[in-house]
């Protein structure tokens, strides 16, 4: 993963550890003055928020533990590989579109951030600009000439 998402991964941790559960516990409290827990709808979701919180903790940290921070900023070449900066465009179209190759867990399509593991990703590997690359979507097949790569941006 690259160090952004890594550092991104840390802060949501920091934020569960403290603030998320601080306000978990908050409920919990508050819930337990409203008298039998048997019966209290607020105490069982505040619980049911804890749990999920503590899991997505675990789930985190256990990202963390196994993540191969690579500095992109050191990266270079003409080439796409993990961390490079890719303008393509649709050639059915004429659409273009920037996206980074990230790591699985850092990916959000909508910020133009896609998995290494992806199908345009994978497509995109060792190609250099001017190289036409044909990848398949739900939708059907699709065309992108890549137009500029760049790292460290």
Not at 29 to 56: C, I, P, V, W
Not at 81 to 108: M, N, P, Q, S
Request: charged share 30%; proline share 1%; hydrophobic share 35%.
């Amino acid at each position: 993963m690259t160090l952004a998402g890594h550092t991104a991964i840390q802060d949501e941790v920091k934020t569960r550890k403290t603030e998320e559960r601080q306000r978990i516990i908050k409920a919990i409290s508050e819930a337990r003055e409203h008298g039998d827990l048997s019966e209290n709808a607020e105490y069982h979701a505040a619980k049911e928020q804890q749990g999920l919180n503590e899991a997505r903790v675990a789930e985190l940290e256990d990202m963390l533990s196994r993540a191969d921070v690579i500095d992109v900023s050191e990266l270079s070449g003409d080439t796409v590989k993990f961390g490079a900066y890719v303008t393509l465009v649709d050639e059915d179209t004429d659409v273009e579109a920037d996206y980074r190759i990230v790591g699985e867990f850092e990916a959000d399509v909508k910020k133009g951030l896609l998995s290494i593991t992806s199908p345009i990703a994978r497509a995109l590997i060792s190609k250099s600009v001017g190289d036409t690359v044909e990848v398949n979507t739900p939708g059907g097949g699709k065309s992108y000439e890549i137009l500029k790569i760049a790292y460290g941006k």
